[in-house]
């Protein structure tokens, strides 16, 4: 059974960091691309970033690129989002998803239960 | 404002069947395959459509999805009250070189 289970979550200041774990089990986790998926207060899903299977290849969207970190430890099955220079705007639910393949364009199939990130003074 | 465009709600009564749409462009749903997600609210999304019109194993035939050039269907037929959700599409986008939502649509069962 393939499980998601999000965490590391919770408050920070505004320019701070905080680094988001994804602990998985259930499937081959080194040859599955996964992503960041964030949801703000009342809002709808917003792609964060993406790791491809096998290469490691990553994307990221704009409003993160250069500030956000997307890594993975095989060894441990785990999925990492390293996130710097926080703001009001970074406030919002965290979602790691699995994608159906090694690549980055496989839909997400299985989602983690989410990890609250409140970015505020 | 989203790159995929969806009607921000939609309704119907027991039964009945409705259609949530969403329009995109040539460099998302025009290139690559579209997906549908259904969100409870407190609950982590679902997948409940991939690659344009397959259902996973657990997902009811009710649910269906198409695509026709730059815009994507997902039809429901035989609401429940269960259904009550808010409905998101996806697909990756060749041009920003990552995923897109649409803004999701919030269906209310009558």
């Known amino acids: 059974e393939v499980q998601l289970v999000d965490s590391g979550g919770g408050l920070v200041q505004p320019g701070g960091s905080l680094t988001l774990s994804c602990s998985t089990s259930g499937f081959t986790f080194g040859s599955s691309a996964m992503s960041w998926v964030r949801q703000a207060p009342g809002k709808g899903l917003n792609w964060v970033s993406t790791?491809?299977?096998?290469?490691?290849?990553?994307y990221y969207s704009d409003s993160v690129k250069g500030r956000f970190t997307i890594l993975r430890d095989k060894s441990k099955n785990t999925l990492y989002l390293q996130m710097l220079s926080l703001t009001a705007e970074d406030t919002a639910l965290y979602f790691c998803a699995r994608q159906g393949g090694g690549g980055p364009f496989d839909g997400f199939d299985f989602w983690g239960q989410g990890t609250m990130v409140t970015v505020s003074s | 404002q989203s790159v995929l465009t969806q009607p921000p709600s939609a309704s119907g009564t027991p039964g009945q069947r409705v259609t949530i749409s969403c329009s995109g462009g040539s460099f998302n749903i025009g290139d690559n395959y579209i997906y549908f997600y259904q969100q409870i609210p407190g609950s982590a999304p679902k997948l409940l459509i991939y690659r344009n019109d397959q259902r996973p194993s657990g997902v009811p035939d009710r649910f269906s999805g198409s695509k026709s050039g730059t815009s994507a269907s997902l039809a429901i037929s035989g609401l429940r009250s269960e259904d009550e959700a808010h409905y998101y599409c996806a697909a990756w986008d060749d041009s920003l070189r990552g995923w897109v939502f649409g803004g999701g649509t919030k269906l209310t069962v009558l």
């Open positions: 790791i491809t299977g096998g290469a490691g290849d990553t």
